[in-house]
Nanobody, 117 residues
Framework: VQLVESGGGLVQPGGSLRLSCAAS????????MSWYRQAPGKERELVAS????????NYPASVKTRFTISRDNAKNTVYLQMNSLKPEDTAVYYC???????????WGQGTQVTVSS
């Protein structure tokens, strides 16, 4: 099983990034997918989630108008489009897979996002 994130990097405040998470080794379309982030010295927090078929998404208030999660089950990939980035969005972003019926979960290794001028 692998979840491989990509697309992180350094971006100026107000800029955009698109993260990708490529999944392999499990039935991707059966899993709800999420993006979490963890900043230095802080707990890991949820930033977006999407149901297995993609029909339902959820975001915390801090990112709701700026981030968009989507998935392509044909490509076994989940995305996070991040717009209007702020310095407080700086963190390592992790991809997370969860199958509710079996409570099976997987984590990616993370990708660094740094928002700075």
């Amino acid at each position: 099983v692998q979840l491989v994130e990509s697309g992180g990097g350094l971006v100026q405040p107000g800029g955009s990034l698109r993260l990708s998470c490529a999944a392999s080794g499990f039935t991707f379309s059966s899993y709800a997918m999420s993006w979490y982030r963890q900043a230095p010295g802080k707990e890991r927090e949820l930033v977006a989630s999407i149901s297995s078929a993609g029909g339902t998404t959820n975001y915390p208030a801090s990112v709701k108008t700026r981030f968009t999660i989507s998935r392509d089950n044909a490509k076994n990939t989940v995305y996070l489009q991040m717009n209007s980035l702020k310095p407080e969005d700086t963190a390592v972003y992790y991809c997370y897979a969860r199958r509710g019926s079996t409570q099976t979960t997987y984590w990616g290794q993370g990708t660094q996002v740094t928002v700075s001028s």
